[in-house]
């Protein structure tokens, strides 16, 4: 058990709808990141948060957003859901995120199936 | 720009032996840290082992060990002993600096079996 939790675990929806993700990071981590791994794109980095700022962002789409609250959880809101956004979702969280030898630990990420 | 390569989709093991998967980087740091991540069959990610790239020393975690090259940018993941709960896909991980922050970026993985 890493200590990062995501809920909710699977989720079925369909076209067009909006769902939302959310994570608890580690006790005592500040940042959160969230990676989406698809079967033909790998593990691709979406958004980091660092204390409930933005800190860096990767191939996230428009319709994708995310924020971390002041007790350090985070959620990735994804709307206008298409087939293809469906992947698995991963939260992972550190203790900081400016420092090279940060490990990041994973949670055990959400299944979001779009039909 | 910065990447993570792994070039062998797949690699076969027999339990009890000993097996290396490749990883190559490139990089213009001359300070940074490299991580191998495990994937089981329940898709969690595991941090299976890291290196230090100042530190001549190659990492070790029980089985796990680290063949790592800095002048060459290679740093492979030997797995000793190999039993079938090492069956797995394995990703290279490296961390991606823009500007004072990190993120990881993986390699494209290897997924790895282990016959009875």
């Known amino acids: 058990d890493s200590g990062v939790t995501q809920t909710p675990k699977h989720l079925i929806t369909a076209t067009g709808q909006r769902v939302t993700l959310r994570c608890s990071p580690r006790?005592?981590?500040?940042?959160v990141y969230w990676y989406q791994q698809s079967l033909d794109q790998g593990l691709q980095f979406l958004i980091q948060?660092?204390?409930?700022?933005?800190?860096a962002k990767g191939n996230i789409l428009e319709r994708f957003s995310a924020q971390q609250f002041p007790d350090l959880h985070s959620e990735l809101n994804l709307s206008s859901l298409e087939l293809g956004d469906s992947a698995l979702y991963f939260c992972?969280?550190?203790?900081?995120?400016?420092?090279?030898?940060?490990?990041?630990?994973f949670g055990e990420g959400s299944w979001l199936t779009v039909v | 720009a910065q990447t993570v390569t792994q070039s062998q989709p797949e690699m076969s093991v027999q339990e009890a032996e000993t097996v290396t998967l490749s990883c190559t980087y490139d990089?213009?740091?001359?300070?940074?840290?490299l991580f191998w991540y495990k994937q089981p069959p329940s898709r969690q990610m595991i941090l299976v082992i890291r290196?230090?790239?100042?530190?001549?020393q190659n990492a070790t975690e029980n089985r796990f060990s680290v063949n790592f090259q800095k002048a060459a940018q290679s740093f492979s993941l030997k797995i000793s002993d190999s039993q079938l709960g090492d069956a797995a896909m394995y990703f290279c991980?490296?961390?991606?600096?823009?500007?004072?922050?990190?993120?990881?970026?993986f390699g494209k993985g290897i997924t790895l079996s282990v016959r009875p």
């Open positions: 992972a969280s550190s203790v900081a995120g400016t420092s090279p030898g940060n490990t990041i630990y």
């Open positions: 948060y660092y204390n409930g700022e933005e800190r």
């Open positions: 290196q230090e790239a100042y530190k001549q």
């Open positions: 006790s005592g981590d500040l940042s």
């Open positions: 990089t213009s740091e001359s300070d940074y840290y």
């Open positions: 991980a490296w961390p991606d600096y823009t500007g004072a922050n990190s993120k990881l970026t």
